[in-house]
């Protein structure tokens, strides 16, 4: 049997409308964490959200996954109001993996991956030839094929990262949610990470540190500041010297480095005087 897989443009059409955040914010005691975001993720591309420390990249990814919900706005999935769908409905579509997940529970490489095949199984019932099929390819992209008998707990930092990940795409999602991925991992295994993610046909977004990286794998970047959008756009458009300095607070020159306009931001040290 031949197994054709859908292009990117063929994942556009078939995802209609995909997920989105209208006007949503999210308020926390006295603070907004996120303030009147509008974000619209666009189907089979991949969306670098990024910002500062504190700037709400993780608050919205959470907010896109449904596991916060927002004090105002709406998020939709297919034009259907998130909180509307079931858990289990949601977790055949969404997959999200955050900055740090841990277990207690004496699981294998193997058994942790196979966690993301639970929203395609029904209640007790035996894995199957796909759900063996998506854990093998998995482990495969994320380079952990040879880990899968070994205990999670053994594991480096860099490692757990990539078993997470490897367990969202077991998942299968057409919508994937990282929130940095890239955290604990040496160069290698970041640009192979992105590269995976980047060529996936399905929609993602994630939230980035590394303005290289993201200008280098993401089509579509927002960047975030004290919880409101600042800049959205192409990694050539956004990426000016002024928005880095606006809200980084650090000089930089940006230079693109492809035909297709990708920038290259090198960042300048500073010195007492402000002169270069």
């Not at 699981?107 to 759900?131: F, M, N, Q």
């Not at 930092?157 to 955290?183: K, M, S």
Request: charged share 30%; aromatic share 2%.
């Amino acid at each position: 049997m031949t197994t054709t897989v859908p292009t990117r443009a063929g994942v556009e059409g078939l995802l209609h409308e995909g997920l989105a955040a209208r006007r949503v914010s999210r308020v926390l005691g006295s603070a907004t964490v996120v303030d009147d975001v509008t974000l619209e993720p666009r189907p089979g591309r991949t969306t670098g959200l990024l910002g500062p420390n504190g700037s709400g990249k993780t608050t919205v990814l959470r907010l896109l996954a449904g596991l916060l919900r927002p004090t105002s706005g709406t998020v939709t999935l297919d034009g259907r109001p998130l909180a509307d769908r079931a858990r289990r409905d949601r977790a055949r579509r969404l997959a999200h993996v955050a900055q740090q997940a841990d277990t207690q529970l004496p699981l294998t490489v193997g058994e942790v991956v196979r966690l993301g095949r639970i929203p395609h199984r029904r209640l007790l019932s035996d894995t199957t030839r796909a759900d063996d099929e998506a854990v093998r390819e998995a482990l495969a992209h994320t380079g952990m094929a040879d880990r899968e008998h070994q205990r999670w707990q053994t594991l480096s930092g860099g490692e757990r990262q990539r078993v997470q990940i490897a367990r969202a795409l077991a998942q299968r999602p057409r919508e994937l949610l990282l929130d940095e991925p890239t955290n604990h991992l040496d160069v290698r295994h970041q640009l192979e990470l992105l590269r995976l993610v980047a060529r996936r046909p399905g929609t993602t977004v994630v939230a980035l540190h590394d303005l290289n990286l993201a200008a280098m794998f993401c089509d579509h970047v927002v960047v975030l500041d004290r919880g409101r959008i600042v800049g959205e756009g192409t990694p050539g458009d956004v990426l000016t010297e002024e928005l880095i300095a606006d809200v980084y607070g650090v000089r930089a020159r940006v230079r693109p480095v492809d035909p297709d306009g990708r920038p290259h931001v090198r960042y300048l040290p500073p010195d007492r005087d402000g002169a270069e």
